[in-house]
């Protein structure tokens, strides 16, 4: 069994959130995710190859029907956990509420004890201690 996340890379912002992540770094230092493509994780789960293949599968075949948007990010935002994030805006965030969703129940019919993200984010750092996430609010609004 090997762990897996689905995630979605915005192509466009990879190197804008790069250059966010490394500014972060030169204030506070070396952090979590320091180094992780910019993405919105969709779920996280362990799987064999059977299982992993089943869930390529059944979520190949829902996103191949999904309605594309473009997602808006409006501010920078924190969970209590220490992880600094981009939040998308209010219509954003429905879009990929459901997206999420979607894609978490098809994999939960596969493996019930996935973990779906409920909450569309992309971060910028993990694990951050306050100090750390203070610095972060500061820099970057």
Same mark, same amino acid.
């Given at each position: 069994?090997? !762990?897996?996340?689905?995630?979605?890379?915005? /192509?466009?912002?990879?190197?804008?959130?790069?250059?966010?992540?490394?500014?972060?770094?030169? *204030? %506070?230092?070396?952090?979590?995710?320091?180094? =992780?493509? /910019?993405?919105?994780?969709?779920?996280?789960?362990? =799987?064999?190859?059977?299982?992993?293949?089943?869930?390529? !599968?059944?979520?190949?075949?829902?996103? =191949?029907?999904?309605?594309?948007?473009?997602? %808006? *990010?409006? &501010?920078?935002? =924190?969970?209590?956990?220490?992880?600094?994030?981009?939040?998308?805006? +209010?219509?954003? &965030? *429905?879009?990929?509420?459901?997206?999420?969703?979607?894609?978490?129940?098809?994999?939960?019919? %596969?493996?019930?004890? /996935?973990?779906?993200? #409920?909450?569309?984010?992309? &971060?910028?750092?993990?694990?951050?201690?306050? +100090?750390?996430?203070?610095? /972060?609010?500061? #820099?970057? #609004?």
């Amino acid at each position: 069994m090997k !762990k897996y996340s689905i995630v979605v890379h915005p /192509a466009e912002l990879l190197d804008e959130i790069k250059k966010i992540k490394q500014g972060l770094k030169s *204030l %506070i230092g070396w952090y979590s995710s320091v180094n =992780a493509l /910019a993405h919105f994780t969709i779920c996280e789960f362990w =799987a064999d190859e059977i299982q992993l293949y089943k869930v390529k !599968k059944e979520v190949s075949k829902l996103v =191949a029907t999904w309605t594309i948007r473009f997602i %808006i *990010l409006d &501010s920078f935002d =924190a969970f209590k956990g220490g992880a600094f994030y981009i939040r998308p805006d +209010e219509d954003s &965030s *429905l879009y990929l509420q459901e997206l999420l969703k979607a894609v978490g129940t098809k994999v939960k019919e %596969i493996i019930p004890e /996935a973990y779906t993200c #409920t909450t569309p984010h992309l &971060s910028i750092g993990r694990r951050l201690n306050e +100090e750390q996430l203070e610095v /972060a609010k500061r #820099t970057f #609004t």
